[in-house]
């Protein structure tokens, strides 16, 4: 199995750091939603200074309830889903126009200020599961609707190291939102192919 610890490089945090920091730069907010497997991702994005300036909200609709709940309609594919993902994005994105405080720098701007990114993934697990483990994330901002997904093979990863993978997968979203250096040579080295589907907004 892929070890956690060699998919972490230092290079990765340095990213992270630049994505955050013209993310805070920005007059962009952002609306996270995590159905469960990869929520530490939220982590990585509120632990550091200043993360109010650029995140509205970050939401876990981990049953299947809540995520209809957050929805607010019946899924039309799978939960953990490219279709899905990019759903849940464009909610996500809705809801950070909505919830953005009143007063904020960003409220009078235009609709490029506002951007969703979605992450639904089946992780590995103890219990036994019909498909393969995936991960899909999306990000809806005012210029694109992208999903990038990732499968791992089965006995290739462990929980840690899946986790390590979806969180880099969060990272490649900011990254593409504001402009920042992709981290694509993460994918290579955790031996995973990071396939990506583009529309225009």
Same mark, same amino acid.
């Given at each position: 199995?892929?070890?956690?610890?060699?998919?972490?490089?230092?290079?990765?945090?340095?990213?992270?750091?630049?994505?955050?920091?013209?993310?805070?730069?920005?007059?962009?907010?952002?609306?996270?939603?995590?159905?469960?497997?990869?929520?530490?991702?939220?982590?990585?994005?509120?632990? %550091?200074?200043?993360?109010?300036?650029?995140?509205?909200?970050?939401?876990?609709?981990?049953?299947?309830?809540?995520?209809?709940?957050?929805?607010?309609?019946?899924?039309?594919?799978?939960?953990?889903?490219?279709?899905?993902?990019?759903?849940?994005?464009?909610?996500?994105?809705?809801?950070? %126009?909505?919830?953005?405080?009143?007063?904020?720098?960003?409220?009078? %701007?235009?609709?490029?200020?506002?951007?969703?990114?979605?992450?639904?993934?089946?992780?590995?697990?103890?219990?036994?599961?019909?498909?393969?483990?995936?991960?899909?994330?999306?990000?809806?901002?005012?210029?694109?609707?992208?999903?990038?997904?990732?499968?791992?093979?089965?006995?290739?990863?462990?929980?840690?190291?899946?986790?390590?993978?979806?969180?880099?997968?969060?990272?490649?979203?900011?990254?593409?939102?504001?402009?920042?250096?992709?981290?694509?040579?993460?994918?290579?080295?955790?031996?995973?192919?990071?396939?990506?589907?583009?529309?225009?907004?």
């Amino acid at each position: 199995m892929t070890d956690p610890v060699h998919l972490n490089p230092r290079a990765s945090e340095d990213r992270w750091t630049e994505s955050l920091g013209r993310l805070s730069g920005s007059d962009i907010r952002v609306a996270i939603v995590v159905t469960g497997g990869g929520s530490g991702a939220i982590s990585r994005c509120f632990r %550091r200074e200043g993360a109010s300036r650029s995140f509205v909200e970050a939401v876990i609709p981990y049953s299947h309830a809540a995520l209809l709940d957050y929805m607010g309609r019946a899924l039309e594919d799978s939960s953990t889903s490219p279709a899905t993902a990019r759903t849940l994005a464009t909610i996500a994105r809705k809801r950070a %126009r909505v919830f953005t405080d009143p007063g904020d720098e960003s409220d009078e %701007r235009d609709s490029g200020s506002w951007a969703g990114i979605a992450l639904v993934a089946a992780l590995p697990t103890s219990r036994l599961r019909r498909g393969e483990d995936r991960i899909h994330v999306a990000l809806r901002s005012d210029k694109e609707s992208t999903v990038w997904t990732v499968h791992l093979a089965k006995g290739t990863h462990t929980r840690d190291s899946a986790e390590t993978v979806a969180d880099e997968m969060m990272l490649r979203a900011l990254s593409e939102l504001v402009g920042a250096e992709a981290n694509d040579g993460f994918f290579e080295r955790a031996g995973v192919q990071l396939q990506c589907e583009r529309d225009e907004a």
